[in-house]
């Protein structure tokens, strides 16, 4: 079965009696909607709604959870975490040993790998797994791992997106269950809430295609050199890209080209989202 050692990623536990309301005040994910045998993405955003930190969420016990994040922000988002405590009965820390391994395949197979590994519910066409703690058995297919990713349409920070440049609805977590529309108010909502309910998101994470193999990340993708997008993750000739779906649509209804660097391309919603293109679309030559 195909697996994959993360090496670059940490945890942090937050736990006491006070945990699950003080996360659920500040995070996007519903806490509610958490079952005990899976991770759900989430986010901390700032007041203006943009995503501050990404991370997985899972239950660890009574009263404790496990937020795996990039281990390079773990210290900042320990810090964060600690701002908006003031009172709570609640418990942060950031664990000095984390192995985080992920393996996957259908969902019987995936299921029986490990019995205290948690379902990934951002991936949909195929059955995910994350294990923590346990002893190192080689790194396997971290190269798989990506492909993997990039073709179910799942963006990461650093990788897809810097922090702080991110709306949740840019980078899907109103479709992957990584915000709760219905749960009470959070730290940046509001502006979360207006986008849903007037339905102005408009930058959205599509999978690219090309013939050959695809430029670095970071590549602008243009349309008669204007840009609509850019570049993120790539395996080969796939990867993923965060683009202006308005401008994406009016570069396919007048069959113009899109570009990425000099490499053309192919931009698609991802299979499982339930997003479309826009009705009314904008030329790449409008603001």
């Known amino acids: ?54 991370f997985l969420i899972s239950r660890a016990g009574e009263n404790a959870f496990r937020l795996e994040c990039r281990a390079d ?19 942060i820390a950031k664990q000095d040993q984390s192995l985080v391994t992920v393996v996957w395949g259908d969902d019987s197979t995936a299921s029986h790998s490990d019995s205290t590994a ?18 190192a058995q080689g790194g396997g297919d971290a190269d798989a791992w990506q492909a993997l990713r990039i073709g179910n349409g799942i963006a990461e920070s650093g990788s897809d997106y810097q922090l702080g440049d991110a709306f949740p609805h840019d980078v899907l977590l109103d479709e992957t269950g990584g915000i709760g529309f219905k749960k009470g108010c959070y730290v940046g909502q509001e502006v979360v ?6 339905g102005t998101a408009r930058r959205r994470v599509l999978i690219a295609a090309a013939a050959g193999s695809l430029p ?7 349309v008669k050199g204007r840009p609509v997008g850019t570049l993120g993750s790539v395996s080969g000739g796939r990867g993923l890209a965060i683009a202006r779906i308005d401008r994406v649509k009016a570069a396919l209804d007048a069959c113009d080209a899109i570009m990425a660097g000099e490499t053309a391309i192919i931009l698609a919603i991802p299979a499982w989202a339930k997003f479309t293109f826009p009705q009314d679309a904008v030329s790449a030559e409008e603001a």
Request: aromatic letters at 6%; glycine letters at 8%; proline letters at 5%.
């Open 1 to 54: 079965m195909p697996f994959a050692l993360l090496k670059d990623r940490a945890i942090i536990s937050v736990s006491g009696p006070d945990a699950e309301h003080f996360l659920q005040n500040i995070l996007t994910t519903d806490l509610d909607m958490l079952g005990a045998g899976e991770a759900k993405p989430g986010a901390l955003l700032s007041p203006q709604g943009k995503i501050l930190f990404d």
């Open 73 to 91: 922000i773990a210290d900042d988002f320990v810090r964060r975490l600690m701002l908006y405590r003031l009172r709570a009965k609640a418990e």
């Open 118 to 135: 948690l379902a990934d519910s951002r991936f949909r066409d195929v059955a995910v797994r994350r294990a923590y703690g346990g002893a």
């Open 193 to 198: 809430s207006r986008m849903q309910h007037r």
């Open 216 to 222: 670095p990340a970071g590549t602008e993708v243009t």
